[in-house]
């Protein structure tokens, strides 16, 4: 405590710095679905990949998420599972989470559906972001050092 009073009776900076600097990453809430263009970007991304690996099915379901999203499939976070309203069956929505697809290709056991493929992407996005976000903290708390050091510097040069 005495400390940071401490700090903020010799340089008000420090106590402005203290009281806005990010103490916690930007949350990333599982509730935000990203912009249609970021997910077809790393779809396209994707779909590359797995098109030089000779990954078909992998690249029809890539292409599946993508005909989707360009169509405006409804995407939303309920509690961690991803609920996807059907483009071909209108008003049917499909719940997906590491457990699988509630989608008929998914409880019929088939290969991954779409569905699931589009789960991970969005997971590995906000992971992503995340990470960012923790990066952006960093640098905003290396900025903040700097001008302490600078401020201390311009306070030396003020005193000579
Ligand atoms: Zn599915």
Same mark, same amino acid.
């Given at each position: ?34 912009? /249609? $263009? ?11 990949? /797995? ?43 499909? $719940?997906?989470?590491? /457990? ?10 088939? /290969? $991954? ?10 997971? +590995? ?8 976000? +923790?990066?952006? $903290? ?23």
């Amino acid at each position: 405590m005495g400390h940071f009073n401490d700090v903020s009776m010799d340089d008000p900076d420090e106590g402005f710095t203290l009281a806005t600097r990010p103490s916690v990453p930007l949350a990333v809430s599982d509730q935000a679905i990203p912009p /249609a $263009a970021d997910i077809l970007a790393l779809a396209t991304e994707r779909r590359t990949t /797995a098109e030089r690996h000779d990954d078909r099915p992998g690249v029809r379901q890539l292409d599946r998420l993508r005909m989707s999203i360009v169509s405006g499939a409804r995407l939303h976070w309920v509690l961690g599972d991803l609920m996807v309203g059907s483009i071909n069956n209108p008003g049917a929505v499909y $719940a997906v989470n590491r /457990a699988g697809c509630s989608c008929p290709n998914g409880l019929a056991g088939k /290969a $991954a559906c779409w569905h699931v493929c589009l789960f991970d992407l969005l997971l +590995d996005m906000q992971e992503e972001a995340a990470a960012t976000a +923790d990066m952006a $903290a960093d640098s905003a708390a290396e900025r903040a050092t700097m001008g302490r050091r600078l401020c201390a510097a311009r306070r030396q040069y003020q005193e000579v």
